[in-house]
């Protein structure tokens, strides 16, 4: 065990794409503290992903049930940080519940966000107060300086590694070839419908990749909240495989690493193909694309920026829902298809 001088604790944030944009702030922590183990406590499911993060020292998987206070529960735990001893540890989630951490543990230093009128609990107070939400890299990362009113730095890019070992393994659980061109589709989005790009859509996309590119194999990717969806894609196009729901996040992390392209809403695998820096095209309708972009060498961002968007609802409030349905497949067709050519088999996901 370190001492408490060479350890830090990172509470992660409890979503997957927020995770995996908080990872720029564990490289600078690493770059700022390099003798330091860096511990992230986070919830089981986002666990894999952290895994995938070579700063991370150790990842603490949290026993608390979502959205419950447990008062006895986090005091308990907290001692268990208290014995593994930190000298900092940085808030992510904004609640008071996971404040009470830190403070509990008897951590010294408690970095994050006002949040929930967390004064005392979180001790490095960073403020928020942009009219517009700062993009959510630049966010977190912003928590491993000192608090400042704006942020004039560049933030490293978000990372995931995965040696081609692991790859390959999964390719072959999976019955997929690594000789053949491999395109991902995230056609779930947890924050509701309105975020989600037309069924038909994907379906007709999946048809046209497939006359062009007879030995390509599609992948459908999603949480059980998926299955549905993905499989009216699969009714309407066969050919391609339908895994929502049916693999493990560490096996959907190494299909994403081997791929070509991944086709997605604005969704948390969206944001892990571009932290492996897969090709990404990512479709947005009701959400902001200047929010939380992708950050891949080859990324398109496509909206039809309608004077409705972006209205961040679940549900489309017009009924209409024109900012997806009329972003048709052709649209999508288009940038990948230059990605296709130029990327005709998978890349290695090892930097």
Known sequence: MQSPANRILVIAPNWIGDAVMAQPLLQLLKRDHPQA??????PAWVAPVLRAMVEVDTVLETPFKHGSLQLRERWRYAQILRQRGYAAAYVLPNTLKFALLPWMAGIKKRVGY???????????????SKPVPRAMVAFYAALAGEPVADLTQNFPKPCLQMTTA??????????????QPLICFAPGAEFGNAKRWPVGHFAELAKTILQAHPDAQIV?????????????????CPTVHQFAGKTRLDQALALIAASNVMVSNDSGLLHIASAFNRPVIAIYGPTDPDHAPPFSDIAHSLSLRL???????????LVHHDCMNKLDSQMVWQPLQAILTSTRLPLSAES
Request: net charge negative.
């Open 220 to 236: 459908l990717l999603g949480s059980p909240k998926d299955i549905e969806v993905c499989q009216q894609i699969a009714a309407a």
């Open 114 to 128: 006002k949040g929930e009128s967390r004064y005392g609990l979180i001790n490095v107070m960073h403020h928020d």
């Open 37 to 42: 183990a860096i511990d992230v406590l986070a």
């Open 166 to 179: 692991q790859i390959g393994i999964v390719l072959q659980e999976m019955g997929l070839s690594a000789l």
């Open 307 to 317: 004077a409705c968007a972006p209205c961040r609802q679940r549900e489309c409030p």
